[in-house]
């Protein structure tokens, strides 16, 4: 990068954390993009004079709202609840709702930021959006769930429609949450519309929806495999996460030979030497969404080692893949998977590695797929999902298997295209990433004028 972009990329930064003081988490993702947008458009003259990647970085509107409901013991109880549309330059603002006690604006702000460029990865027409609340759904019964999601959405339902924003879920938000979601919406707007995706199958769900987002993240790393003339098969691998993104990319991981020997959840990690196989992860898919127990549960049934408040990434490993939340792998333990003989990650979970983690992997030359790349699977069945409740109808389940396949490939081709590291055959996948998600949705901007 030129001395002059260095200065402009230190200037654009230290006004981002200026203006949003305290933001961490959005002022480390808006760094990632930056870093490589700035080399990219230092002779593009247009981007500059239209400030792009400023308008970009500040979102559309926030709306924060409270959330009041009652618990099954008769007590009020208040959340906040949250929607930021980022930008809806390529199409309505689509990205996840989440129901975690960690939800703040810092948090919804950097997804709502990656999301725009993830979903411009995908090809499909939509524009970058998250929200969420602070209510955690642990411990809470049907019902309580149920009053907080009708509360939570009568609210929201006055800023959502299937041209103007759809949501989806995210973590704590899986069917269970959707569901109630959706009925709400049906009942305060009186409209049956694709307005959230990720829906039961009897009402305008699409089939692949629910694995899309971890089989995506291991097709993301076959590719990059395949790239270097290598495969899956037999590869030991370190999965994070217990939940929808994490089980699904197990399933996959164990479809093309792979070992995978780890998983974890908010209270530990398992360690199976044996591979966590087909039926051990039927076990693990009831534990965690009917059960809704912890880890240790496996271990006992299994007689395996349960390593209580720890991640795995110390465990040797060919291939890892973090799916469980952001900043579950610190630069420490970037370090240890490289020097334990790890070639490839694959983000499945937003933003899990550090900025020193992801500098760390990129100076070892990994395969290093970051999330907005790697995860985007999700987004665009999601987005296919929108398309068949415009038609209404329901595509065949092979069909989208199929076109899922071809978005991750076309995806990892727009990586290898601006990512490749000048004099050298190594894939820089995050610059690649950043910059053909940031090309589209800067053309969309520049044509618009100033809006
Ligand atoms: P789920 O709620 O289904 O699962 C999340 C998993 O991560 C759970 O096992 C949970 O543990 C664990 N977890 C959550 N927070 C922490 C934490 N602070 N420390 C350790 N473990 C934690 O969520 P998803 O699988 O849907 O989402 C996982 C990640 O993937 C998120 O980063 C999400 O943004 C991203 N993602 C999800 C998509 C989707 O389609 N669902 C699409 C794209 C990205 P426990 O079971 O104990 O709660």
């Not at 709202?65 to 007590?75: L, M, T, Y």
């Not at 339902?157 to 709400?184: M, N, S, T, W, Y």
């Not at 907005?372 to 665009?380: C, L, S, Y």
Request: with cysteine; aromatic share 10%; hydrophobic share 40%.
């Amino acid at each position: 990068m030129a001395v002059s972009d260095h200065v402009n990329l230190k200037k654009f930064v230290a006004g981002v954390k200026r203006r949003n003081p305290g933001e961490t988490e959005f002022h480390q993702a808006v760094f990632e993009v930056a870093s490589n947008v700035f080399e990219y458009i230092s002779d593009k003259e247009i981007y500059h004079q239209t400030q792009i990647l400023r308008r970009i970085a500040e979102p559309d509107r926030i709306i924060i709202f409270r959330v009041c409901w009652e618990d099954d013991n008769g007590n009020i109880r208040v959340n906040r609840g949250y929607r930021v549309q980022n930008n809806n330059a390529i199409g309505p603002y689509k990205g996840g709702i989440r129901f975690h006690p960690s939800v703040n604006l810092s948090i919804l702000k950097f997804l709502a930021f990656e999301q725009t460029f993830k979903n411009s990865l995908t090809g499909l027409p939509m524009g970058g959006g998250k929200g969420g609340a602070d209510f955690n759904p642990k411990g809470k019964s049907d019902n309580e769930v149920m009053r907080f999601c009708q509360s939570f959405m009568t609210e929201l339902h006055r800023h959502i429609g299937a041209d103007i924003d759809v949501p989806a879920g995210d973590i704590g938000v899986g069917a269970r949450e959707i569901g109630f979601l959706f009925g709400q919406y049906k009942r305060l707007s009186n409209r049956f519309t694709g307005v959230l995706t990720g829906k039961g199958m009897e009402f305008g769900g699409s089939p692949i929806r629910t694995e899309a987002t971890g089989y995506g993240t291991v097709y993301m790393m076959e590719d990059m495999l395949k790239h270097r003339g290598e495969n899956m098969d037999g590869r030991v691998c370190l999965v994070s996460g217990a939940g929808n993104v994490a089980t699904y990319a197990v399933e996959k991981l164990n479809q093309l030979g792979a070992k995978v020997v780890t998983m974890s959840d908010s209270s530990g990690f398992i360690y199976d030497k044996d591979g966590i196989d087909a039926e051990k992860l039927a076990y693990i898919i009831d534990l965690k969404t009917n059960r809704r127990e912890g880890l240790s549960e496996y271990a006992a049934e299994y007689k395996v080692d349960f390593f209580a408040g720890e991640r795995p990434w110390r465990i040797p490993c060919n291939l890892a893949f973090p799916c469980a939340t952001q900043n579950e792998i610190s630069a420490n333990e970037a370090l240890l998977l490289i020097n334990n003989g790890c070639i490839g990650v694959s983000e499945g979970a937003n933003m899990p590695t550090d900025q020193d983690g992801i500098e760390h992997f990129i100076a070892a030359k990994l395969l290093f797929a970051p999330s907005k790349a790697a995860n985007a699977g999700g987004v665009a069945i999601s987005g296919l999902e929108m398309s068949q409740n415009s038609a209404r109808i329901t595509w065949k389940e092979a069909e989208l298997q199929n076109l899922l396949r071809e978005i991750m490939a076309n995806i990892h081709e727009q990586c290898v295209t601006y990512g490749q590291q000048p004099g050298s055959d190594y894939i820089n996948y995050v610059k690649g990433a950043n910059i053909a998600g940031f090309i589209k949705v800067a053309d969309a901007m520049v044509a618009y004028g100033v809006v």
